[in-house]
């Protein structure tokens, strides 16, 4: 399952910016979808999930109320709209498709597919 992402870019604080990570393949709406960063140097995090019907939802602490994490399947596209920007959101953005664990743990699963990744900087 090829992955990619798109969207990103140099923006301002407190500006908006919306990603896109899209498949061609047909088995990509029966995943759920990770949206997670990376800053060289630093640990990969998970911003956002999506299961693959969109009934459940994560968002990590530090983009919660600012990024909204959505998915078009008959488009084969999950979408990331990240709003009022800071400059720590800064990091290559990333997608990337896998099973979920049954129950409240279902985003901490690790990835079968990933994008190359888009850059997003922030500046102050």
């Known amino acids: 399952v090829k992955l990619e992402e798109s969207g990103g870019g140099l923006v301002e604080t407190g500006d908006s910016l919306t990603l896109s990570c899209t498949s061609s393949h047909r088995a990509f709406k029966a995943y759920a979808v990770d949206w997670f960063r990376q800053v060289a140097g630093k640990e990969r995090e998970r911003v956002a999930a999506?299961?693959?019907?969109?009934?459940?939802?994560y968002y990590a602490d530090s983009v919660k109320g600012r990024f909204t994490v959505s998915r078009d399947n008959g488009k084969s596209t999950v979408f990331l709209q990240m709003t009022n920007l800071k400059p720590e959101d800064t990091a290559e953005y990333y997608c990337?498709?896998?099973?979920?664990?049954?129950?409240?743990?279902?985003?901490?699963?690790?990835?079968?597919?990933r994008g190359q990744g888009t850059q997003v900087t922030v500046s102050s």
């Open positions: 999506i299961s693959w019907n969109s009934a459940k939802i």
């Open positions: 990337a498709a896998f099973i979920p664990n049954p129950g409240d743990s279902w985003y901490e699963k690790e990835y079968d597919y």
